[in-house]
């Protein structure tokens, strides 16, 4: 009884985590989109709260570990918990990482023309994969991890036309506005593959095998 | 004495893992100095052996958790590991990206001008991490997180320093080089975070305490 309440807190906290960092995703894109510098700072400081977040499951797994003898399955739900609030805390990072840009680049937008629609779709992708990451967390749903890993390949695909784009003779925006869309780029590819590996580890979870199709964040 | 030699074994393959990411990223940055295909195919086939490396010892671990039951300090060795296997298969996909680049730019230098001491500067910085990483699990020294830190505290300033040169008026070399420069300073500074990172799983191994000066990857 212990054990399935603590299995069921440390879900709870994982997913709570996940659907942070999904709004983080989100609000991160629309202060760039809006040159909304309150809007960032929100990203900023919310953010932090990932980290502590993860630091606590990090000694709730600690004081597990220290005071029982956990069993196989324990084990498994322990590591892959671990493993999963890494993959929170970075994507906190990677939100952040955008709200700075919007900061540099105040009071201008910092992504201009043609590279704009790619990046909100991007983001908005990334932000949706934290939300579905959470379900999986949830609902330990192998089924989970192939519709995450399409919504992964697309951002992956954007992101090679956002590379066309700005590597364009057309392109007119300068190196400022490219080198920020290109690094947005890879913070939103970033963030979903760890999403996509929440669900694998989710998976794992539920089967106690790593799908074959979880790709490998590269 | 099977513990001890299983404990022998997984320190001495993370630091042969480590060892090589380390001569990833050297031959990496060559490759772009030097603009040489050759050279940047090496490292992308050579960076495929991490990942088969890193399911090796997933493997490893598995069979331990599932076969004994493992004591607090074989937990503590198995979890660590496990996170620096994570990092090592993550260093190789960066000095492998910037091997993508090398190929991208081919046949001219993926980068010029005033950004490519700066860059010589950070891989040389990162990659020296990787080998000062495989030391301190090797020795298991709590001290070397210290000098660890003060090395990527450089690649970070480097990073900045990087984003100047990129941004200042008088970059006369164009988005594209910009961009480049941009992301492989970014696969520096995340490749010396992850070298940290497992400095930092090093010391706990040996103390059973996370450094307080281990800086989160960010």
Redesign the interface.
Known sequence: MRRAVFHAELTEDLAGMARLAGQLMINASASLFQADLALADVVLARGEEL?VRHREVQQRCGTL??RH??V?TD??T??AA??AG?DL??MG?LA??IARITRFAHPHPAVPGGARPVIARMSLLAGGLADQAAIALEKRDPGSIKRLARADDEVDALRGEL?RI??ATN?SH???P??HA??IG?YCERFADHAVAIAGRACYLATGRLPELLP???
Do not use: N
Request: aromatic residues 12%.
């Open positions: 980290p570990f220290a003898a956990p196989a084990l498994r322990l590591v671990l493993r890494s805390r970075r990072h952040q990482h590379f700005v590597f392109w300068g190196v400022q490219a080198v290109a690094l890879r490998l964040p590269r």
